[in-house]
Nanobody, 116 residues
Framework: VQLQASGGGLVQPGGSLRLSCAAS????????MGWYRQAPGKQRELVAT???????NYAGSVKGRFTISRDNAKNTVYLQMNSLKPEDTAVYYC???????????WGQGTQVTVSS
């Protein structure tokens, strides 16, 4: 299973970005997809997750600004990020939990930099 993330970049404070992550390979059932981020010198933290049924969960720091969505037919998860702040700067990783055993897979990460 491979996860390919894209959509990162440099944006000014208050701006928006949309991240995408497509899963490919021997996929039977993706239960949960999500986004995590890791800033320099900090631990990786959860940003948002979404189940196959569409239930979502957000970190408090992004609630109301970020929206996670997924296209089950395309095995793709999206993260719409609005009202970006400098503290959102990090490498963003997508994650997928697959099958009944919820085996986890990670994408390669995409850099998001919020700076004027």
């Amino acid at each position: 299973v491979q996860l390919q993330a894209s959509g990162g970049g440099l944006v000014q404070p208050g701006g928006s970005l949309r991240l995408s992550c497509a899963a490919s390979g021997s996929i039977f059932s993706i239960k949960i997809m999500g986004w995590y981020r890791q800033a320099p010198g900090k631990q990786r933290e959860l940003v948002a997750t979404i189940t196959s049924g569409g239930s979502t969960n957000y970190a408090g720091s992004v609630k109301g600004r970020f929206t996670i969505s997924r296209d089950n037919a395309k095995n793709t998860v999206y993260l719409q990020m609005n009202s970006l702040k400098p503290e959102d700067t990090a490498v963003y990783y997508c994650n997928a939990l697959i099958g009944a055993s919820l085996k986890g897979y990670w994408g390669q990460g995409t850099q998001v930099t919020v700076s004027s």
